[in-house]
C-alpha cells in the first residue's frame, strides 16, 4: 500500500468518525445566532455588531441577536465565554488590548489564553475629547491647566486596564502630566457625565468624537494623519507626542468551538467587512478597516500582545 492511499483511507476514516460535525459546519448558519457584545448599548462595539446583524440578516437569511451584557469592562462575558454553548451559534464581541491588559490585574475570571477571537473587523484611533462647553479650546490649553494643578483634570474612559486606560496613562507620561482616570461599563455610558462635565474629558476612540461632533469637542487623535471630519485637529503626533494607537474589536467563540465552525465563523465575518456599504459607514464613522482572520490570529495575537505588555509594564500597571 502506498503512503498516499495509507492517508486517504485514514482520512475517510476521520471523516467517517465526525460526520455531524462536518455537517454542522456544511450547512452553518442553518439558526439565529447569538452575538454578545460584553458592553452596554451605545458604543462602538454594539453600533458596529448591530450594522453587522442587518447584513448578516440580508446576506445569510437568518437572524444574528444582537445582546448587550455589560460589566467588569468586558470581562464579565469574557470570564464565561467557555462556559457558553460552543456550536457556532453563540459569538462574543472581544477588545484588545483588553483581554491581554485586563488579567494582569488578577480580577477577572480568564487569561488571555482563554479567549479565541476567530476575526477582527476593524481598529479605531485613541481621541481625546472634552464637553462643548468645556474651557479647554486646544489640546495645550488642557495640558497647560493639568501642568498648573495636578490631579485636578478627570479623564472618563472605557473601563480599566483597556485601551481607554492604557492611553490615559500614556498622555500622563508623554504630556507630563498628572490626572486622574474615571473607569466607566462603556463607551455610551460615559456620553452622559461628559454632556453634564460631570468629568473634564474622555480618553475615548475616532468614532465617539464624529458621532458626537456638535456637542463635544476633539483636542487630538492618535492617528497617523488628521481625519477628514476634523481638519482642523491634530494628531498627537503633530503636539510632540509618540503616539499612534487604539483598540481592535472583533468576534471570539468557547475555545472547544470545533475548528470548522470556527473558519466559518471567520470567513462569514469577512465577507460582512469586505461587503461596500458596510466598508463606506465604517470609514465615514472613523473607523479603520481590518481584515485579521483566523488563521493569521496566532501570529496577530503574539506581535500586539508583545506590544500590549511592554506598554504595561512601562506604564507601572497590573499587579501592585
Known amino acids: 500500500m502506498t503512503l498516499t492511499k495509507l492517508i486517504s483511507i485514514v482520512a475517510l476514516g476521520l471523516t467517517a468518525l465526525h460526520p455531524a460535525a462536518h455537517a454542522q459546519a456544511q450547512n452553518y448558519p442553518d439558526k439565529p445566532v447569538q452575538y454578545v457584545i460584553p458592553f452596554p448599548p451605545g458604543g462602538e462595539s454594539d453600533y458596529v ?53 485586563q488579567p494582569l490585574e488578577g480580577s477577572v475570571q ?25 474651557p479647554f479650546k486646544t489640546y495645550q490649553d488642557l495640558v497647560k491647566a493639568a501642568k498648573e ?28 502630566v498628572k490626572t486622574t482616570y474615571v473607569p466607566f461599563k462603556g463607551t455610551g455610558d460615559l456620553i452622559s457625565s461628559m454632556l ?55 468576534v471570539a467563540v468557547p475555545k472547544s468551538t ?14 460582512l467587512n469586505s461587503d461596500p456599504d458596510m466598508r463606506k459607514k465604517l470609514a465615514d464613522g472613523g473607523f479603520d478597516i481590518v481584515d485579521i482572520s483566523v488563521d493569521k490570529m496566532p501570529e496577530f495575537m503574539a506581535q500586539r500582545s508583545k506590544v500590549y505588555l511592554q506598554d504595561a509594564k512601562d506604564a507601572g500597571l497590573g499587579k501592585k
Open 49 to 101: 455588531a448591530r450594522l453587522q446583524a442587518e447584513l448578516f440578516k440580508t446576506k445569510y437569511k437568518q437572524s444574528m441577536v444582537v445582546l448587550n451584557k455589560a460589566g467588569a469592562g468586558g470581562g464579565l462575558v469574557w470570564g464565561q465565554l467557555n462556559s457558553m454553548p460552543a456550536d457556532g451559534y453563540t459569538i462574543a464581541g472581544v477588545n484588545l488590548p483588553h483581554i491581554v491588559l
Open 258 to 271: 470545533p475548528k470548522d465552525i470556527q473558519k466559518k465563523i471567520s470567513d462569514i465575518m469577512a465577507d
Open 110 to 134: 480568564y487569561k488571555t489564553d482563554d479567549i479565541t477571537p476567530v476575526y477582527f473587523y476593524h481598529f479605531t484611533a485613541d481621541a481625546l475629547v472634552v464637553p462643548g462647553n468645556s
Open 149 to 176: 494643578k495636578p490631579n485636578s483634570i478627570n479623564i472618563a474612559g472605557s473601563g480599566s486596564l483597556s485601551a481607554n486606560h492604557m492611553a490615559h496613562e500614556r498622555f500622563n507620561k508623554q504630556a507630563g
Open 196 to 250: 453634564g462635565s460631570h468629568v473634564d474629558a474622555a480618553m475615548t476612540y475616532l468614532p465617539f468624537a464624529i458621532q458626537q461632533k456638535g456637542k463635544m469637542r476633539l483636542l487630538a487623535v492618535a492617528s497617523e494623519k488628521r481625519h477628514p471630519a476634523f481638519p482642523d485637529v491634530p494628531t498627537f503626533k503633530e503636539v510632540g507626542l509618540d503616539w499612534v494607537d487604539g483598540a481592535y474589536r472583533g
